[in-house]
């Protein structure tokens, strides 16, 4: 599956594999859709998933089997928000690197963002994208932009872009700052029955700034990026989609006002989901006093009272998803002074281990819990067909080895970049293994 290549690792995915029936053993299956929590063995044939059961059902062809005690077994994870960077940098990352670091990670599934260059705003670069993505080792779903070029001037031909195979809109890296214009949109949405996913920022208040406005920015000497530039966009975005019925999705959720109006919105029936991201849950702006231009991102990472609202509500349902905004760039965007550097940080590699290691270790969120924060609502928001292990069904797995002690060292990663803000933290729980279609695409091998 994996052989070296001029000192690289790369993926090699064995075909052959999906002829003959796969049989996962002694693993804890964990599919929250089906209330499904037990150790049972999981019967793979073609491709789907034709069994679920504590014995082995009778089979007249010889089946190849998986022995994965001690671990999870659950259904595909799936990362709502990604930049591939393809077209127009792939010096900074390509479908095929990021899909490796994607199925490195864990990941079956992936939704790229539309800010590429060219901008994803047309259905030929829509179909670019998905013609790309056929022979990688995890399914990509394209993100078509709301706006042509995310000028936020005149929309985005949703129609051609959702037949071509776009799951949802995005200006992602902007708000679409004409409210008229984003309530046609949340109207147009509505035609498709795609969301909208809606990056929450007034940018006339963060104009020129680096990291969260407050006091660690007035002690390190850096302008700042107030929490209410987020919070403002997110009330006009809730109350669009109030007035106007569409579905809308808030980005990369980082502060505690923003969680409120999130929760409130639902309270009142709001067709609202939300998503935050593993740098919101571990981090702080604290984390920033070293200057490490690896814990930079848009937005900023905020109060250690804005992370302890963030994690409550992923605990309360008022965060539906946990994404990686996975954002990767060259060594010449962050080897630069913290002022000049640029704004993100990579993440698939490192989610779930961030995720395992501050949340489900620490009884925050149970297994069946990051479940449907990584798998089902992902699913269910983007209208895919993963999230699950029913019958039927694709054969979409990840295998979580729980109790796995690990240091990330980004000179490992499957990405391009090594822009990773968690580089040298130790972490517990990875993905052992990856099954895309009933086909072992990765297996992490072990020290």
């Given at each position: 599956m994996l052989k070296k290549e001029n000192g690289q690792t790369l993926f090699q995915i064995d075909a052959t594999q999906a002829t003959q029936p796969l049989l996962i053993t002694g693993g804890r299956v964990i599919d929250p859709a089906n209330t499904i929590d037990d150790i049972v063995k999981v019967l793979i044939v073609d491709g789907k998933i034709v069994s679920i059961s504590k014995e082995t059902p009778p089979m007249s062809e010889p089946i190849r089997e998986l022995d994965v005690r001690g671990q999870w077994v659950v259904p595909g994870l799936i990362d709502m928000h990604v930049h591939l960077r393809e077209p127009g940098r792939e010096d900074k990352e390509t479908?095929?690197?990021?899909?490796?670091?994607?199925?490195?990670?864990?990941?079956?599934?992936?939704?790229?963002?539309?800010?590429?260059?060219?901008v994803l705003d047309e259905e030929s670069k829509i179909r670019y994208v998905i013609q790309r993505a056929e022979e990688c080792p995890c399914r990509v779903f394209p993100i078509g932009s709301i706006t042509k070029g995310?000028?936020?001037?005149?929309?985005?031909?949703?129609?051609?872009?959702?037949?071509?195979?776009?799951?949802?809109?995005?200006?992602?890296?902007?708000?679409?700052?004409?409210?008229?214009?984003?309530?046609n949109a949340c109207n147009y949405s509505k035609s498709f029955?795609?969301?909208?996913?809606?990056?929450?920022?007034?940018?006339?208040?963060?104009?020129?700034?680096?990291?969260?406005?407050?006091?660690?920015?007035?002690?390190?000497?850096?302008?700042?990026?107030?929490?209410?530039?987020?919070?403002?966009?997110?009330a006009r975005d809730i109350m669009l989609a109030e007035y106007t019925g569409a579905r809308v999705h808030i980005a990369h959720v980082s502060t505690a006002g923003?969680?409120?109006?999130?929760?409130?919105?639902k309270a009142r029936g709001v067709r609202l989901s939300a998503e935050t991201c593993p740098h919101y849950i571990a981090l702080c702006d604290e984390d920033c006093a070293t200057y490490d231009t690896n814990k930079k991102m848009n937005p900023p990472l905020r109060t250690r009272a804005d992370r302890a609202a963030v994690i409550a509500g992923l605990t309360d349902g008022a965060i539906d998803c946990i994404a990686s905004d996975h954002a990767p760039h060259v060594s010449e965007d962050k080897d630069v002074e913290f002022d000049a550097a640029s704004f993100g940080v990579i993440g698939?590699?490192?989610?779930?281990?961030?995720?395992?290691?501050?949340?489900?270790?620490?009884d925050l969120l149970l297994p069946a819990d990051l479940v449907e924060k990584m798998s089902l609502n992902p699913s269910r928001i983007l209208g895919l067909a993963g999230g699950t292990l029913s019958l039927g069904s694709n054969a979409d797995i990840t295998i979580i080895d729980p109790l796995a002690d690990w240091k990330v060292d980004s000179r490992m990663f499957y990405s391009k970049a090594r822009n990773c803000a968690f580089e040298g933290f130790d972490l517990q729980g990875y993905a052992g293994y990856t099954i895309l279609g009933g086909r072992i695409v990765y297996q992490r091998r072990k020290p």
């Open positions: 479908i095929l690197t990021g899909t490796q670091a994607a199925a490195a990670g864990g990941f079956t599934g992936i939704a790229c963002m539309p800010n590429t260059n060219p995310l000028l936020g001037e005149e929309l985005s031909p949703f129609g051609e872009m959702v037949h071509a195979g776009a799951v949802a809109v995005s200006d992602d890296g902007k708000s679409v700052r004409k409210s008229a214009l984003m309530k029955s795609v969301p909208l996913i809606c990056h929450c920022e007034e940018s006339d208040l963060t104009a020129g700034g680096h990291m969260n406005e407050g006091a660690v920015s007035t002690r390190l000497g850096l302008r700042g990026m107030p929490a209410i530039a987020e919070e403002i966009v997110v923003s969680v409120e109006l999130i929760r409130a919105a698939m590699e490192t989610m779930l281990g961030v995720v395992m290691t501050y949340l489900v270790k620490k």
